[in-house]
């Protein structure tokens, strides 16, 4: 049986692994975070579209009293 050849990563090594992380991880995480972000505000926009609406719907209905 052959002893394992690898040895535990040293300072050059992982700096190299978190550079990799750092260039792949990132930007797909801001990315991910930009599109939940967006979804999130488009919800909420209809939401206060939709109170405007029922807003000036109650204005329109006192103005006419």
Do not use: C, H, K, Y
Not at 30 to 47: H, I, K, Q
């Amino acid at each position: 049986m052959l002893p394992l050849q690898f040895g535990i990563p040293g300072g050059p090594e992982l700096l190299i692994i978190f550079l990799i992380l750092f260039l792949f991880a990132v930007p797909v995480l801001l990315v991910v975070l930009f599109l939940v972000s967006r979804s999130g505000s488009s919800d909420r926009v209809e939401e206060l579209e939709a109170r405007v609406e029922e807003l000036e719907s109650e204005l329109e209905e006192e103005r006419s009293r």
